[in-house]
């Protein structure tokens, strides 16, 4: 349709699409066709707005064809590792005791891991693999935080119109904890995105946050005040996975920016050839 799109009218179409279909699909299916809405979105740029897809340089843009493996550990830390401290920590305050698993926890383990990495690749090709690199004329980190606030948007029909998510609790606190804490991991994941040139370990981190806090609070640990916890302090988006997360970011940015200036450096070496 329009082969010459630039960058910034590419991010906002791309922005008005994907906020529309959430706006309008959050309580079909209990919110599945919002939740591959990203990918969707992408698939209507590439192949009917911007036919890029129709290129080997569109697809390559997303970050598909690099692993990224050397940073799948740092991906399992700061999503897996948070939230695991965070129950540990609801746990340490007394808000609630480990528990011995039910005999179910590992058939819901097994679902969970063939669902949970397809909902958080149709997210990521979204925000980290479609828009994030559209941004990037922001500069990284306002293009990050620019992601964080159209994933928070994207996300509030689904808290706001429907039943599914978010629905208990204070709804100021809670919608100030998901916010902060949405823009934290927009940091992580988006700096995971930019130091791997890959979106893999982006959709690693999604899946292992969404995975790691649905087992423990199911599974893992007994409370008597579960809004408490699971709100407020260690659920989805919780004080401690707020705080956790956001020092993951803080120390992935001090990382990524040695790791740039060294790019830099290397890149303005001379070759040696005469």
Do not use: K
């Not at 920590?89 to 039910?102: E, K, L, Q, R, Y």
């Not at 590992?106 to 969970?112: E, F, G, K, M, Y």
């Not at 996300?155 to 208990?168: G, M, R």
Request: proline residues 4%; contains cysteine; charged residues 15%.
């Amino acid at each position: 349709m329009f082969e010459h799109l630039s960058d910034r009218t590419s991010s906002i179409v791309f922005t008005v699409l994907v906020l529309g279909i959430s706006l309008c699909t959050a309580n079909i299916a209990e919110g599945l066709v919002l939740a591959i809405s990203p990918l969707l979105t992408v698939l209507v740029m590439l192949l009917v707005i911007t036919r890029e897809g129709y290129t080997r340089e569109g697809w390559r843009r997303l970050g598909m064809s690099e692993a990224g493996l050397r940073f799948w550990p740092l991906a399992l830390i700061t999503t897996a590792g948070v939230s695991a401290l965070a129950f540990a920590g609801a746990v340490v305050v007394g808000a609630a005791d480990f528990t011995a698993p039910s005999d179910d926890w590992l058939q819901a383990t097994l679902v969970l891991c063939i669902t949970g990495p397809i909902l958080a690749f149709a997210e990521e090709l979204g925000w980290r693999g479609y828009l994030q690199p559209r941004l990037a004329f922001l500069g990284q980190r306002w293009a990050m935080l620019v992601v964080g606030v159209i994933w928070i948007g994207w996300h509030l029909p689904y808290i706001l119109l429907t039943p599914y998510y978010h629905t208990e609790g204070e709804r100021p606190l809670v919608l100030a904890l998901f916010s902060g804490s949405v823009i934290a991991f927009s940091f992580v994941f988006g700096y995971l995105r930019l130091l791997s040139r890959s979106v893999w370990p982006a959709v690693l981190a999604h899946f292992a946050h969404n995975a790691t806090f649905a087992i423990l609070a199911t599974y893992a640990i007994t409370t008597d005040r579960p809004i408490l916890v699971n709100e407020y302090l260690a659920g989805d988006t919780g004080l401690f996975v707020l705080l956790g997360t956001a020092v993951c970011a803080f120390a992935i940015t001090l990382r990524a920016t040695t790791v740039t200036r060294r790019r830099s450096e290397r890149s303005l070496e001379p070759s040696g050839r005469g």
